[in-house]
């Protein structure tokens, strides 16, 4: 069953058509004139307290839009996070929002800006999916899933 002509947010063709240009990675969702792809959450060890998702967040309209928060039923908290040099070593922030200007796409990707889930209930696997809602100033909340990955080979952890 489709939910074509149903939705929120207009012309979900253009949004298609455009994801599509993507290598790899599968679009995720959109919300407003937010499209989203190329998700992956890191999968992590039993244990870890704390993992990251990414994404790539395009903002197919004439206004600008901020993710303003997110949420996870895996994760205590969410935060988003940006890194920073600090006597030489990356280390992670967070921060009070990440700005997707106007016809504009903007990389969640590990050593930048990314969603961190802390406090985790569960350990994501390679093949698992994670529930993940983003909201946006403007857009609204939307719900997306996540395909786990193996940890990139960037490591930028600083502990
Ligand atoms: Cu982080």
Redo the contacts with the bound molecule.
């Keep these: 069953m489709t939910q074509s002509g149903h939705g929120h947010g207009p012309a979900p063709m253009q949004g298609e058509e455009e994801m599509g240009e993507h290598q790899g990675g599968q679009p995720l969702g959109m919300v407003g004139n937010i499209g989203m792809g190329q998700g992956w959450v890191r999968a992590t060890p039993p244990g870890t307290a704390?993992t990251?998702a990414f994404l790539h967040i395009h903002n197919r309209g004439d206004q600008g839009d901020e993710l303003i928060g997110a949420s996870s039923p895996i994760a205590r908290t969410v935060?988003l996070?940006n890194?920073r040099m600090n006597d030489g070593m990356m280390q992670?922030?967070?921060v009070e929002g990440i700005e997707i200007p106007a016809n504009e796409m903007v990389e969640l990707k590990p050593g930048s800006f990314?969603?961190?889930l802390i406090g985790l209930n569960a350990f994501p696997q390679p093949g698992d999916m994670v529930e993940i809602t983003l909201t946006y100033r403007h857009s609204g909340s939307v719900t997306l899933m996540f395909p786990v990955q193996e940890m990139a080979p960037m490591h930028d952890m600083t502990h």
């Design positions: 704390n990251g935060e996070h890194v992670m922030y967070p990314h969603i961190m």
